[in-house]
């Protein structure tokens, strides 16, 4: 079964500054990967997606994520953050023929002036 | 275009008795799924429905869970004597064709559910 690991739980990051976030996943084959961001008493909602083709991918946000197969890894950058990127953000793999998502606990974007 | 939208927002109960919890897909949309959103569990999957397709079941966590999807359309989720344990956010997504490597799903706000 895939699953999504997401260190760094809480990240503090300053305005301006730059901010990653790590995504490891497991799958056995071609992953389709996916960043989610969800803001306070707001759903789920599609920040980029992973699924073939140019390894970097980028949101009209200003993210970038960039998958690494020989890392197993899908990492969300964003090189100066702003106040409004304050959210959870969710790494989340699936795959071909399988019908469910399996998402990482989430990272807890916390920014400050 | 609309977007997923799920009712109530907001479900306060009491342990044992049975609750719903509705969602209404992207309109076009074939595939419905439901996940559960709690602290120390993260978002797990629950169940999927593809079109006339049989669910899978296979995230359901007992058998006080069930899900209907009428028409092609809408979904209810039911829980059946509700526990404690139960208490989370109920997310729903929808996406057009149902299969995961070349769709995305779109989620819906959630349903609160404390069971007190």
């Known amino acids: 079964a895939q699953s999504v690991t997401q260190p760094d739980i809480h990240i503090t990051v300053s305005e301006g500054a730059s901010l990653e976030l790590r995504c490891n996943y497991s799958y056995g084959a071609t992953p389709y990967l996916f960043w989610y961001v969800q803001s306070p008493g707001q759903g789920l909602q599609l920040l980029l997606k992973y699924f073939s083709g140019d390894t970097l991918v980028q949101s009209i946000k200003g993210f970038e994520a960039e998958f690494k197969r020989s890392q197993s890894s899908f990492n969300l950058r964003k090189p100066s953050v702003h106040w409004s990127d304050a959210a959870e953000y969710f790494c989340a793999v699936g795959g071909d023929g399988n019908n469910r998502l399996a998402f990482g606990k989430g990272n807890q974007v916390v920014v400050i002036p | 275009g609309a977007g997923v939208s799920q009712s109530p927002s907001n479900k306060v109960t009491e342990k044992g008795k049975d609750v719903e919890l509705r969602c209404d897909p992207i309109?076009?949309?074939?595939?419905l799924y439901w996940y559960r959103q709690s602290l120390g569990q993260g978002l797990e999957f629950l169940i999927y429905f593809q079109g006339n397709s049989a669910p899978d079941k296979s995230g359901l966590p007992s058998d006080r869970f069930s899900a209907e999807r009428t028409g092609g359309s809408v979904s209810t989720l039911t829980i059946q004597r509700t526990q404690q344990e139960d208490s989370a956010v109920y997310l729903c997504?929808?996406?057009?064709?149902?299969?995961?490597?070349?769709?995305?799903?779109?989620f819906g706000p959630g349903t609160r559910l404390t069971v007190l």
């Open positions: 997504a929808s996406s057009s064709r149902g299969r995961l490597g070349t769709d995305t799903q779109y």
């Open positions: 309109s076009g949309h074939t595939a």
